[in-house]
Structures are given as structure tokens and as C-alpha cells.
């Protein structure tokens, strides 16, 4: 859903048809037709995201986005008190449902920051292209690292772009592609820089082997 600065303003008050797309509470909320700012405990909840920061401004572009700024900022994707995982920082910036470019952070995980983030800029578009969090697995094959990338394909379908490297073995690619008639699980490895790709693929639990 486009976002819209009618939409903003009625969150204000959180009427109920707003409701759906987005809520704003905040100590003092100042508002003209034009721009929002809102300061003190700010908790904004839009199109399935929470934003809280110590001062917010969003302000309409000439294409009626919705431009935003904040200091003290929080992003997580969990309309839930305490979010299991959430980006902080100094401040950032960005457009409502389409990013948001975080400054100054941190990734934390149930609000205790784990590692720094010194910039990074997050899709609020769920159909965006977008990094996921990295994998990390150990078993008996040894220890595995993932780097995992969403990608839209169509209107309903996504891809999940996924390239290992093993510990007891040299990478492996993997391509998960889910649409509206199934998923298909495709994977291409090599054991060593000079050996041939060895592939399988699994679709609709049919299963077939190459190589």
C-alpha cells in the first residue's frame, strides 16, 4: 500500500481507518498539512514495521513519499514490545515504505546491542531486494557460513540466492524459488577449486541428481 501524508496526519490520532497502515504515539506531536514532527518516547507503527525515536520530522515530497528523519532511532520488523532482533543508531533517514538509512548503529538482539553497524540502509518495501541474515551452521561436515539474498520474482513469487563456504569443503550455491504453483530447491557445490559442479535439484517433492 502507497503510503500517504492523509494517512499520517489521521495516525496522528490513531482513528481506526488509519489504523491498519500506521500508528504514532509521542509526548508532543506538532502537525500542518505539509509535516509531521513528533518528539519525547516516539513509537511509530507503519505497514508492518516500528520505528521508536527520540525525535521524528516526516515531511511530503513532490511525489506525495514520505520522507522521514530521527535521532535516537530503532527499526525492527516486530509490532512487539520486546523485539527479538532490531537495528538502532545516532540517527537516520529514509522514505516510508520504501527504506531507511540508519547511521551510527548497532544490530542488537533483544534490545542488547551484539555488533556495530556503522551505516546501513534497510528496504521497508517488502518486495525489495534486500540481504537476509547471514547462516551459520556446524556439524559433522564441518562449519558452514551463509549469505543468503531475497530477491522478487514476479508478482507473488520470491528467490532466496544463498552462497556457502564449508570449512570441509570448497562452496556451494543454493537457489530456493517459491511461486504460486510450488517451491523449487536448487543447489550447485564444488568440494575443491579444480573439481567439477555437482548439482540436485528438489521441486514439488519430485527429486532429481546431476553430475
Not at 89 to 105: M, P, W, Y
Not at 121 to 139: S, W
Not at 148 to 165: D, F, K, M
Request: hydrophobic share 45%; net charge negative.
Amino acid at each position: 500500500m502507497k503510503a500517504s501524508f492523509f494517512a499520517l496526519i489521521v495516525c496522528l490520532w490513531a482513528d481506526s481507518a488509519a489504523a491498519e497502515q500506521g500508528r504514532l504515539s509521542a509526548s508532543l506531536i506538532e502537525a500542518t498539512p505539509e509535516r509531521a514532527v513528533a518528539e519525547g518516547d516516539v513509537d511509530l507503527r507503519w505497514s508492518g514495521h516500528r520505528f521508536l525515536a527520540e525525535r521524528l520530522v516526516v515531511q511530503e515530497g513532490a511525489k506525495d513519499e514520505l520522507h522521514f528523519e530521527a535521532t535516537a532511532f530503532l527499526w525492527t520488523p516486530c509490532d512487539c514490545e520486546l523485539a527479538p532482533w532490531s537495528v538502532s543508531g545516532k540517527e537516520a533517514e529514509g522514505i516510508l515504505d520504501e527504506h531507511v538509512v540508519i547511521r551510527r548503529g548497532a544490530f542488537r538482539v533483544c534490545d542488547v546491542p551484539v555488533f556495530p553497524l556503522p551505516l546501513v540502509r534497510i528496504p521497508l518495501n517488502e518486495r525489495a531486494p534486500r540481504l537476509l541474515l547471514p547462516e551459520v551452521r556446524v556439524g559433522e561436515m564441518g562449519s558452514v557460513l551463509g549469505l543468503p539474498v531475497w530477491l522478487p520474482v514476479g508478482r507473488q513469487g520470491h528467490a532466496v540466492l544463498t552462497s556457502e563456504w564449508w570449512s570441509q569443503r570448497w562452496v556451494r550455491q543454493r537457489i530456493e524459488v517459491t511461486g504460486p504453483l510450488g517451491t523449487a530447491d536448487l543447489a550447485a557445490a564444488k568440494d575443491e577449486y579444480t573439481s567439477p559442479f555437482r548439482g540436485q535439484a528438489d521441486v514439488r517433492g519430485g527429486h532429481v541428481d546431476s553430475g
